[in-house]
Protein backbone atom coordinates (compact mmCIF):
# COMPACT_ATOMS: atom_id res chain seq x y z
CA UNK A 1 0.00 0.00 0.00
CA UNK A 2 2.91 2.54 1.01
CA UNK A 3 4.46 1.20 -2.52
CA UNK A 4 1.28 2.65 -4.32
CA UNK A 5 0.62 5.47 -2.59
CA UNK A 6 4.45 6.85 -2.86
CA UNK A 7 4.11 6.04 -6.45
CA UNK A 8 0.49 8.03 -6.89
CA UNK A 9 2.67 10.63 -5.14
CA UNK A 10 5.25 10.67 -8.07
CA UNK A 11 3.25 10.25 -10.21
CA UNK A 12 1.15 13.69 -9.16
CA UNK A 13 4.16 15.62 -8.34
CA UNK A 14 5.14 14.43 -12.30
CA UNK A 15 1.92 15.69 -14.03
CA UNK A 16 2.17 19.32 -12.07
CA UNK A 17 5.77 19.63 -12.53
CA UNK A 18 4.72 18.71 -16.73
CA UNK A 19 1.75 20.63 -16.48
CA UNK A 20 3.69 23.72 -14.94
CA UNK A 21 6.21 23.75 -17.13
CA UNK A 22 3.77 24.19 -20.42
CA UNK A 23 1.51 26.73 -18.34
CA UNK A 24 4.40 29.02 -16.88
CA UNK A 25 6.24 29.00 -20.46
CA UNK A 26 3.96 27.83 -22.88
CA UNK A 27 0.99 28.74 -21.74
CA UNK A 28 0.97 32.17 -23.91
CA UNK A 29 0.99 30.29 -27.23
CA UNK A 30 -2.06 28.44 -25.97
CA UNK A 31 -4.12 31.57 -25.18
CA UNK A 32 -2.57 33.62 -28.48
CA UNK A 33 -3.81 30.70 -30.96
CA UNK A 34 -7.30 30.11 -29.03
CA UNK A 35 -8.08 34.60 -28.52
CA UNK A 36 -11.24 34.78 -28.01
CA UNK A 37 -13.69 37.73 -28.70
CA UNK A 38 -16.95 38.51 -26.30
CA UNK A 39 -19.97 37.70 -28.31
CA UNK A 40 -23.42 38.32 -26.14
CA UNK A 41 -23.01 35.49 -23.44
CA UNK A 42 -20.71 33.65 -25.16
CA UNK A 43 -17.33 34.12 -26.31
CA UNK A 44 -15.81 33.37 -30.19
CA UNK A 45 -12.29 31.50 -30.66
CA UNK A 46 -10.74 33.47 -33.84
CA UNK A 47 -9.17 30.78 -34.93
CA UNK A 48 -12.77 28.57 -35.44
CA UNK A 49 -13.67 31.94 -37.35
CA UNK A 50 -10.33 31.84 -39.80
CA UNK A 51 -11.47 28.20 -40.75
CA UNK A 52 -15.46 28.84 -41.20
CA UNK A 53 -14.33 32.21 -43.47
CA UNK A 54 -12.00 29.79 -45.75
CA UNK A 55 -14.42 27.38 -46.06
CA UNK A 56 -17.16 29.73 -47.14
CA UNK A 57 -14.38 31.55 -49.49
CA UNK A 58 -13.79 27.67 -51.40
CA UNK A 59 -17.39 26.74 -51.56
CA UNK A 60 -18.04 30.42 -53.35
CA UNK A 61 -14.74 30.25 -55.52
CA UNK A 62 -15.60 26.65 -56.78
CA UNK A 63 -18.86 27.08 -57.03
CA UNK A 64 -20.22 24.74 -54.47
CA UNK A 65 -18.37 21.68 -55.33
CA UNK A 66 -19.61 20.10 -52.56
CA UNK A 67 -22.70 19.40 -54.05
CA UNK A 68 -22.05 18.80 -57.25
CA UNK A 69 -19.92 16.48 -57.51
CA UNK A 70 -20.61 14.05 -54.92
CA UNK A 71 -21.26 11.37 -57.59
CA UNK A 72 -17.90 11.84 -59.15
CA UNK A 73 -16.40 11.25 -55.91
CA UNK A 74 -18.28 8.48 -54.43
CA UNK A 75 -17.54 6.42 -57.66
CA UNK A 76 -13.99 7.50 -57.07
CA UNK A 77 -13.97 6.09 -54.30
CA UNK A 78 -14.98 2.71 -55.12
CA UNK A 79 -12.65 2.24 -57.93
CA UNK A 80 -15.01 2.72 -60.76
CA UNK A 81 -12.41 4.80 -62.73
CA UNK A 82 -9.56 2.93 -61.64
CA UNK A 83 -7.62 1.86 -64.92
CA UNK A 84 -6.21 -2.54 -63.61
CA UNK A 85 -3.53 -1.62 -65.72
CA UNK A 86 -2.15 1.98 -65.00
CA UNK A 87 0.96 2.08 -62.69
CA UNK A 88 0.49 5.39 -61.06
CA UNK A 89 2.69 6.62 -58.68
CA UNK A 90 1.81 6.24 -54.92
CA UNK A 91 1.04 3.75 -52.47
CA UNK A 92 -2.33 3.34 -51.44
CA UNK A 93 -6.25 3.39 -53.40
CA UNK A 94 -8.49 5.79 -53.21
CA UNK A 95 -10.27 4.19 -50.54
CA UNK A 96 -7.40 3.63 -48.39
CA UNK A 97 -5.98 7.06 -48.77
CA UNK A 98 -9.63 8.50 -47.49
CA UNK A 99 -9.51 5.52 -44.66
CA UNK A 100 -6.15 6.83 -43.08
CA UNK A 101 -7.65 10.50 -43.25
CA UNK A 102 -10.84 9.62 -41.67
CA UNK A 103 -8.61 8.01 -39.03
CA UNK A 104 -7.44 11.02 -38.02
CA UNK A 105 -10.44 13.21 -37.67
CA UNK A 106 -12.87 10.34 -36.59
CA UNK A 107 -11.79 10.67 -33.14
CA UNK A 108 -12.70 11.39 -29.44
CA UNK A 109 -14.16 14.60 -31.07
CA UNK A 110 -17.25 12.99 -32.43
CA UNK A 111 -18.04 11.46 -29.05
CA UNK A 112 -16.63 14.04 -26.38
CA UNK A 113 -16.91 17.09 -28.40
CA UNK A 114 -20.10 17.41 -29.41
CA UNK A 115 -21.55 16.40 -25.81
CA UNK A 116 -19.40 19.64 -24.94
CA UNK A 117 -21.25 21.09 -27.65
CA UNK A 118 -24.46 20.73 -26.84
CA UNK A 119 -24.00 20.95 -23.03
CA UNK A 120 -23.39 24.35 -23.84
CA UNK A 121 -25.14 25.34 -27.02
CA UNK A 122 -28.10 23.13 -26.41
CA UNK A 123 -29.33 21.00 -29.36
CA UNK A 124 -29.09 24.32 -31.93
CA UNK A 125 -25.43 23.54 -31.94
CA UNK A 126 -26.25 20.44 -34.30
CA UNK A 127 -27.93 22.86 -36.92
CA UNK A 128 -24.70 25.07 -37.58
CA UNK A 129 -21.96 22.10 -36.80
CA UNK A 130 -23.84 20.32 -39.96
CA UNK A 131 -23.50 23.77 -42.10
CA UNK A 132 -19.87 23.97 -41.19
CA UNK A 133 -19.24 20.70 -41.70
CA UNK A 134 -20.87 20.89 -45.28
CA UNK A 135 -18.52 23.96 -46.34
CA UNK A 136 -15.12 22.75 -44.95
CA UNK A 137 -16.25 19.75 -47.42
CA UNK A 138 -14.62 22.60 -49.97
CA UNK A 139 -11.55 23.46 -47.39
CA UNK A 140 -10.32 19.66 -47.68
CA UNK A 141 -10.93 19.35 -51.64
CA UNK A 142 -8.57 22.36 -52.30
CA UNK A 143 -5.44 21.11 -50.25
CA UNK A 144 -5.77 17.60 -51.33
CA UNK A 145 -5.22 18.13 -54.91
CA UNK A 146 -2.70 20.26 -53.68
CA UNK A 147 -1.11 17.82 -51.57
CA UNK A 148 -0.84 15.45 -54.65
CA UNK A 149 -0.02 17.77 -57.26
CA UNK A 150 2.89 18.93 -55.14
CA UNK A 151 4.39 15.34 -53.36
CA UNK A 152 7.86 13.73 -53.54
CA UNK A 153 7.55 10.12 -54.75
CA UNK A 154 11.21 8.34 -53.67
CA UNK A 155 12.74 6.34 -55.89
CA UNK A 156 11.69 3.57 -53.60
CA UNK A 157 8.31 4.29 -54.16
CA UNK A 158 7.22 5.98 -50.98
CA UNK A 159 5.32 9.00 -51.58
CA UNK A 160 5.78 12.47 -49.30
CA UNK A 161 3.52 14.93 -49.46
CA UNK A 162 1.20 18.00 -47.52
CA UNK A 163 1.14 21.25 -47.02
CA UNK A 164 4.86 21.19 -46.41
CA UNK A 165 5.46 20.41 -50.40
CA UNK A 166 2.73 22.28 -51.41
CA UNK A 167 3.68 25.61 -49.50
CA UNK A 168 7.22 25.56 -51.07
CA UNK A 169 6.97 24.72 -54.21
CA UNK A 170 3.60 25.78 -55.25
CA UNK A 171 4.67 29.32 -53.80
CA UNK A 172 7.78 29.13 -55.50
CA UNK A 173 6.21 28.63 -59.18
CA UNK A 174 4.45 32.00 -58.08
CA UNK A 175 7.81 33.66 -57.52
CA UNK A 176 7.23 33.53 -53.27
CA UNK A 177 9.83 30.89 -52.52
CA UNK A 178 11.13 32.25 -49.41
CA UNK A 179 7.38 33.19 -48.22
CA UNK A 180 6.63 30.03 -49.05
CA UNK A 181 9.53 28.50 -47.24
CA UNK A 182 8.52 30.13 -44.24
CA UNK A 183 4.86 28.80 -44.02
CA UNK A 184 6.26 25.14 -44.82
CA UNK A 185 8.84 25.06 -42.05
CA UNK A 186 6.39 26.93 -39.53
CA UNK A 187 3.49 24.29 -40.57
CA UNK A 188 5.70 21.46 -40.21
CA UNK A 189 6.71 22.69 -36.76
CA UNK A 190 3.17 22.87 -35.47
CA UNK A 191 2.47 19.76 -37.07
CA UNK A 192 5.02 17.44 -35.62
CA UNK A 193 3.89 19.18 -31.58
CA UNK A 194 0.66 19.00 -32.94
CA UNK A 195 1.12 14.99 -33.16
CA UNK A 196 2.87 14.23 -30.43
CA UNK A 197 -0.04 16.07 -28.12
CA UNK A 198 -3.40 16.25 -29.54
CA UNK A 199 -2.73 13.11 -32.08
CA UNK A 200 -1.52 10.95 -29.32
CA UNK A 201 -0.84 12.01 -25.79
CA UNK A 202 -4.15 13.48 -25.35
CA UNK A 203 -5.97 10.05 -27.22
CA UNK A 204 -4.04 7.33 -25.39
CA UNK A 205 -4.56 9.62 -22.18
CA UNK A 206 -8.48 9.55 -22.66
CA UNK A 207 -8.92 5.86 -23.83
CA UNK A 208 -7.19 4.99 -20.89
CA UNK A 209 -9.68 7.34 -18.22
CA UNK A 210 -12.50 5.31 -20.08
CA UNK A 211 -11.40 2.16 -19.68
CA UNK A 212 -10.92 2.83 -15.41
CA UNK A 213 -14.49 4.85 -15.51
CA UNK A 214 -15.99 1.60 -17.49
CA UNK A 215 -14.80 -1.27 -15.89
CA UNK A 216 -13.10 0.26 -12.52
CA UNK A 217 -10.00 -0.17 -13.02
CA UNK A 218 -7.24 0.95 -10.25
CA UNK A 219 -5.76 4.24 -10.87
CA UNK A 220 -2.02 4.61 -11.25
CA UNK A 221 -1.43 2.01 -13.64
CA UNK A 222 -2.17 4.41 -16.78
CA UNK A 223 1.42 3.05 -17.78
CA UNK A 224 0.08 -0.48 -18.80
CA UNK A 225 -2.68 0.78 -20.41
CA UNK A 226 0.12 2.70 -22.47
CA UNK A 227 2.98 0.23 -23.37
CA UNK A 228 0.13 -2.21 -24.77
CA UNK A 229 -1.19 0.87 -27.04
CA UNK A 230 2.46 1.94 -27.48
CA UNK A 231 3.45 -1.93 -28.59
CA UNK A 232 0.43 -2.04 -31.05
CA UNK A 233 0.52 1.19 -32.80
CA UNK A 234 4.73 0.67 -33.41
CA UNK A 235 3.40 -2.40 -34.85
CA UNK A 236 1.65 -0.76 -37.16
CA UNK A 237 3.93 2.38 -37.94
CA UNK A 238 6.83 0.37 -38.61
CA UNK A 239 5.53 -0.49 -42.08
CA UNK A 240 5.08 2.99 -43.17
CA UNK A 241 1.84 4.15 -45.07
CA UNK A 242 0.84 0.96 -46.78
CA UNK A 243 1.04 -1.10 -43.43
CA UNK A 244 -1.31 2.00 -41.68
CA UNK A 245 -3.67 2.27 -44.80
CA UNK A 246 -4.19 -1.57 -44.08
CA UNK A 247 -4.81 -0.88 -40.64
CA UNK A 248 -6.79 2.04 -41.11
CA UNK A 249 -8.95 0.53 -43.83
CA UNK A 250 -10.22 -2.11 -41.69
CA UNK A 251 -10.43 -0.47 -38.28
CA UNK A 252 -12.19 2.57 -39.67
CA UNK A 253 -15.23 0.95 -40.96
CA UNK A 254 -15.42 -1.22 -37.89
CA UNK A 255 -15.76 1.33 -35.49
CA UNK A 256 -18.18 3.49 -37.31
CA UNK A 257 -20.21 0.21 -37.76
CA UNK A 258 -20.00 -0.16 -33.72
CA UNK A 259 -20.74 3.49 -33.42
CA UNK A 260 -23.12 4.15 -36.00
CA UNK A 261 -24.98 1.20 -35.03
CA UNK A 262 -25.16 1.83 -31.52
CA UNK A 263 -26.72 5.40 -32.68
CA UNK A 264 -29.09 3.74 -35.19
CA UNK A 265 -30.09 1.00 -31.97
CA UNK A 266 -30.67 4.15 -29.81
CA UNK A 267 -32.78 6.32 -32.36
CA UNK A 268 -34.93 2.74 -33.39
CA UNK A 269 -36.02 2.28 -29.86
CA UNK A 270 -36.62 5.75 -29.27
CA UNK A 271 -38.20 6.19 -32.21
CA UNK A 272 -41.41 8.45 -31.35
CA UNK A 273 -38.76 11.00 -30.06
CA UNK A 274 -37.07 11.35 -33.26
CA UNK A 275 -39.16 14.06 -34.70
CA UNK A 276 -38.95 16.06 -31.07
CA UNK A 277 -35.15 16.15 -31.69
CA UNK A 278 -34.98 17.92 -35.00
CA UNK A 279 -37.43 20.51 -33.60
CA UNK A 280 -35.41 21.27 -30.66
CA UNK A 281 -32.69 21.42 -33.02
CA UNK A 282 -34.22 23.47 -35.34
CA UNK A 283 -35.71 25.94 -32.31
CA UNK A 284 -32.62 26.44 -30.69
CA UNK A 285 -30.43 27.02 -34.14
CA UNK A 286 -32.43 30.28 -34.03
CA UNK A 287 -33.86 30.86 -30.82
CA UNK A 288 -33.50 34.31 -28.72
CA UNK A 289 -32.68 32.42 -25.50
CA UNK A 290 -32.04 29.50 -24.13
CA UNK A 291 -28.48 27.54 -23.30
CA UNK A 292 -25.49 29.95 -23.37
CA UNK A 293 -26.73 32.93 -24.58
CA UNK A 294 -29.43 31.24 -27.24
CA UNK A 295 -28.96 31.35 -31.39
CA UNK A 296 -25.40 32.75 -30.50
CA UNK A 297 -24.40 30.13 -27.90
CA UNK A 298 -25.78 27.74 -30.62
CA UNK A 299 -24.19 29.20 -33.38
CA UNK A 300 -20.72 29.69 -31.61
CA UNK A 301 -20.42 26.12 -30.16
CA UNK A 302 -21.76 24.92 -33.59
CA UNK A 303 -19.18 26.29 -36.06
CA UNK A 304 -16.22 25.31 -32.70
CA UNK A 305 -17.17 21.71 -32.95
CA UNK A 306 -17.41 21.51 -36.66
CA UNK A 307 -14.15 23.33 -37.14
CA UNK A 308 -12.55 21.27 -34.34
CA UNK A 309 -13.47 17.69 -34.93
CA UNK A 310 -13.17 17.66 -39.80
CA UNK A 311 -9.60 20.04 -39.55
CA UNK A 312 -10.90 21.15 -42.63
CA UNK A 313 -8.67 23.67 -43.27
CA UNK A 314 -5.96 22.64 -40.60
CA UNK A 315 -3.80 20.54 -43.42
CA UNK A 316 -3.49 17.36 -41.79
CA UNK A 317 -5.12 15.54 -44.33
CA UNK A 318 -3.52 16.17 -47.07
CA UNK A 319 -0.60 14.43 -46.27
CA UNK A 320 -2.37 11.31 -45.90
CA UNK A 321 -4.18 11.58 -49.05
CA UNK A 322 -1.04 12.72 -51.01
CA UNK A 323 -0.08 8.88 -50.51
CA UNK A 324 -3.04 7.65 -53.30
CA UNK A 325 -2.09 6.13 -56.27
CA UNK A 326 -3.19 8.37 -59.24
CA UNK A 327 -1.34 10.85 -61.82
CA UNK A 328 -4.86 13.17 -61.68
CA UNK A 329 -4.57 15.57 -58.26
CA UNK A 330 -8.05 16.66 -58.89
CA UNK A 331 -9.55 13.04 -58.20
CA UNK A 332 -8.33 12.99 -54.74
CA UNK A 333 -9.29 16.21 -53.58
CA UNK A 334 -13.31 14.93 -54.80
CA UNK A 335 -12.54 12.04 -52.77
CA UNK A 336 -11.31 13.88 -49.87
CA UNK A 337 -15.07 15.76 -50.02
CA UNK A 338 -16.58 12.80 -48.29
CA UNK A 339 -14.25 13.31 -45.37
CA UNK A 340 -16.22 16.10 -43.43
CA UNK A 341 -19.55 14.48 -44.49
CA UNK A 342 -18.75 11.63 -42.91
CA UNK A 343 -17.04 13.18 -40.11
CA UNK A 344 -19.28 15.77 -39.23
CA UNK A 345 -22.59 15.97 -41.22
CA UNK A 346 -23.46 11.66 -40.55
CA UNK A 347 -21.17 10.48 -37.44
CA UNK A 348 -21.42 13.78 -35.17
CA UNK A 349 -24.54 14.75 -36.16
CA UNK A 350 -26.32 10.69 -34.93
CA UNK A 351 -24.06 11.35 -31.55
CA UNK A 352 -26.29 14.86 -31.05
CA UNK A 353 -29.23 13.18 -31.92
CA UNK A 354 -28.50 10.27 -29.28
CA UNK A 355 -28.00 13.04 -27.14
CA UNK A 356 -31.03 15.69 -27.47
CA UNK A 357 -33.46 12.67 -27.14
CA UNK A 358 -31.76 11.42 -23.99
CA UNK A 359 -32.19 14.88 -22.67
CA UNK A 360 -35.86 15.28 -23.47
CA UNK A 361 -36.46 11.90 -21.84
CA UNK A 362 -34.61 13.31 -18.80
CA UNK A 363 -35.08 16.81 -18.70
CA UNK A 364 -34.04 19.70 -18.71
CA UNK A 365 -31.53 19.84 -21.14
CA UNK A 366 -29.06 19.40 -20.55
CA UNK A 367 -29.01 16.48 -17.87
CA UNK A 368 -29.58 17.97 -14.76
CA UNK A 369 -26.63 15.93 -13.21
CA UNK A 370 -24.66 18.57 -15.06
CA UNK A 371 -22.92 16.31 -17.38
CA UNK A 372 -20.49 17.24 -20.29
CA UNK A 373 -18.01 15.91 -22.87
CA UNK A 374 -17.77 12.01 -22.98
CA UNK A 375 -19.89 11.85 -19.80
CA UNK A 376 -22.54 13.10 -21.24
CA UNK A 377 -22.62 11.37 -24.32
CA UNK A 378 -22.56 8.04 -22.27
CA UNK A 379 -24.80 8.72 -19.94
CA UNK A 380 -27.43 9.66 -23.29
CA UNK A 381 -26.30 6.51 -24.76
CA UNK A 382 -27.42 4.21 -21.67
CA UNK A 383 -30.55 5.92 -21.34
CA UNK A 384 -31.39 3.62 -23.89
CA UNK A 385 -28.93 0.17 -22.36
CA UNK A 386 -27.17 0.40 -19.54
CA UNK A 387 -25.01 -2.31 -20.87
CA UNK A 388 -23.98 0.55 -23.84
CA UNK A 389 -20.93 1.24 -21.78
CA UNK A 390 -18.99 -1.74 -23.05
CA UNK A 391 -19.51 -0.79 -26.94
CA UNK A 392 -18.65 2.87 -26.26
CA UNK A 393 -15.25 2.05 -24.03
CA UNK A 394 -14.76 -0.01 -27.22
CA UNK A 395 -15.38 2.50 -30.06
CA UNK A 396 -13.26 5.11 -28.09
CA UNK A 397 -10.25 2.56 -27.57
CA UNK A 398 -10.34 2.25 -31.22
CA UNK A 399 -11.00 5.96 -32.30
CA UNK A 400 -8.07 6.84 -29.75
CA UNK A 401 -6.10 4.74 -31.61
CA UNK A 402 -6.87 5.34 -35.50
CA UNK A 403 -6.26 8.81 -34.31
CA UNK A 404 -2.93 8.03 -33.23
CA UNK A 405 -1.79 5.92 -36.19
CA UNK A 406 -3.00 8.28 -38.63
CA UNK A 407 -1.41 11.00 -37.01
CA UNK A 408 1.93 9.19 -36.57
CA UNK A 409 2.34 9.65 -39.89
CA UNK A 410 1.33 13.07 -40.52
CA UNK A 411 4.03 13.73 -38.06
CA UNK A 412 6.47 11.53 -39.60
CA UNK A 413 6.51 13.52 -42.79
CA UNK A 414 6.82 16.77 -40.98
CA UNK A 415 9.69 15.05 -39.01
CA UNK A 416 10.98 13.93 -42.75
CA UNK A 417 10.43 17.34 -44.33
CA UNK A 418 12.60 18.78 -41.75
CA UNK A 419 15.24 16.83 -41.23
CA UNK A 420 15.37 14.60 -44.19
CA UNK A 421 14.57 11.57 -45.56
CA UNK A 422 16.22 8.17 -44.18
CA UNK A 423 15.09 5.04 -42.07
CA UNK A 424 17.33 6.25 -39.01
CA UNK A 425 15.61 9.98 -38.76
CA UNK A 426 11.97 7.49 -39.27
CA UNK A 427 12.86 5.09 -36.57
CA UNK A 428 14.08 8.17 -33.93
CA UNK A 429 10.47 9.68 -34.87
CA UNK A 430 8.38 6.50 -34.17
CA UNK A 431 10.19 5.46 -31.36
CA UNK A 432 9.67 8.78 -30.02
CA UNK A 433 6.29 8.64 -30.62
CA UNK A 434 5.70 5.67 -28.78
CA UNK A 435 7.08 6.70 -25.90
CA UNK A 436 5.12 9.31 -25.88
CA UNK A 437 1.94 7.47 -26.31
CA UNK A 438 3.24 5.78 -22.45
CA UNK A 439 3.36 9.50 -21.15
CA UNK A 440 0.14 10.27 -22.23
CA UNK A 441 -1.54 7.62 -20.20
CA UNK A 442 0.26 7.35 -17.70
CA UNK A 443 -0.25 11.29 -16.37
CA UNK A 444 -2.95 13.75 -15.93
CA UNK A 445 -2.50 17.08 -17.91
CA UNK A 446 -4.12 20.13 -19.02
CA UNK A 447 -2.20 22.73 -20.29
CA UNK A 448 0.08 20.22 -21.80
CA UNK A 449 -3.74 19.44 -23.85
CA UNK A 450 -3.96 23.03 -24.01
CA UNK A 451 -0.72 23.77 -26.11
CA UNK A 452 -0.94 20.90 -28.55
CA UNK A 453 -4.73 21.61 -28.99
CA UNK A 454 -3.15 25.12 -29.97
CA UNK A 455 -0.43 23.57 -32.25
CA UNK A 456 -3.04 21.68 -34.08
CA UNK A 457 -4.89 24.76 -35.01
CA UNK A 458 -1.79 26.64 -35.22
CA UNK A 459 -1.10 24.44 -38.97
CA UNK A 460 -4.39 26.43 -40.70
CA UNK A 461 -2.57 29.38 -39.89
CA UNK A 462 0.22 28.26 -41.82
CA UNK A 463 -2.03 26.30 -44.38
CA UNK A 464 -4.87 28.53 -45.30
CA UNK A 465 -2.81 31.24 -46.36
CA UNK A 466 -0.84 29.25 -48.92
CA UNK A 467 -4.26 27.40 -49.65
CA UNK A 468 -5.28 31.40 -50.94
CA UNK A 469 -2.43 31.88 -53.31
CA UNK A 470 -2.62 28.62 -54.77
CA UNK A 471 -6.72 27.81 -55.32
CA UNK A 472 -6.14 29.27 -59.20
CA UNK A 473 -4.24 26.25 -59.60
CA UNK A 474 -6.72 23.69 -58.31
CA UNK A 475 -9.47 25.38 -60.18
CA UNK A 476 -7.49 25.14 -63.49
CA UNK A 477 -6.77 21.39 -62.69
CA UNK A 478 -10.45 20.95 -61.54
CA UNK A 479 -11.40 22.32 -65.24
CA UNK A 480 -9.02 20.05 -67.04
CA UNK A 481 -9.65 17.45 -65.16
CA UNK A 482 -13.46 17.62 -65.86
CA UNK A 483 -12.90 18.12 -69.12
CA UNK A 484 -11.13 14.76 -69.50
CA UNK A 485 -14.53 13.37 -67.85
CA UNK A 486 -16.95 14.94 -70.07
CA UNK A 487 -14.64 14.44 -73.52
CA UNK A 488 -14.14 10.51 -72.31
CA UNK A 489 -10.42 10.22 -72.16
CA UNK A 490 -11.01 9.83 -68.30
CA UNK A 491 -13.50 7.27 -68.35
CA UNK A 492 -14.77 4.22 -66.27
CA UNK A 493 -13.80 0.98 -65.88
CA UNK A 494 -16.79 -0.42 -63.80
Request: with cysteine; proline share 3%; charged share 10%.
Amino acid sequence: MCAVATSSASAAGFDAAVDGFFNDYLGWFAALIFTSVPVGEASFPLIAGWLLIAALVFTLYFGFIQLKQVKLSIDLVRGRYDNPNANHDGEVSHFAALATALSGTVGLGNIAGVGAALAIGGPGATFWMIIVGLLGMASKFTECTLGVKYRTVLPSGVVSGGPMYYLSRGLAERGMAGFGKILAVGFAIMTILGALGGGNMFQGNQANAMLVQTFGLPDGYGWVTGIVLAGFVFSVIIGGMPSISTVTSKLVPLMAILYVGMSITVLVVEFDQIGAAFAAIWNGAFSAEGVAGGFIGALIQGLKRATFSNEAGVGSAAIAHSAVKTSEPVTEGLVSLLEPFIDTVIICTMTALVITIAGLNTGPYPHAEGLTGVQLTAASFQTAYDWFRYPLALAVLMFAISTMISWSYYGLKAWTYLFGEGKTNELIYKLMFCFFVVVGCSIGFSAVIDFSDAAIFAMSIFNIIGLYFLMPVVKAELHKFLAKVKSGEYKRYS
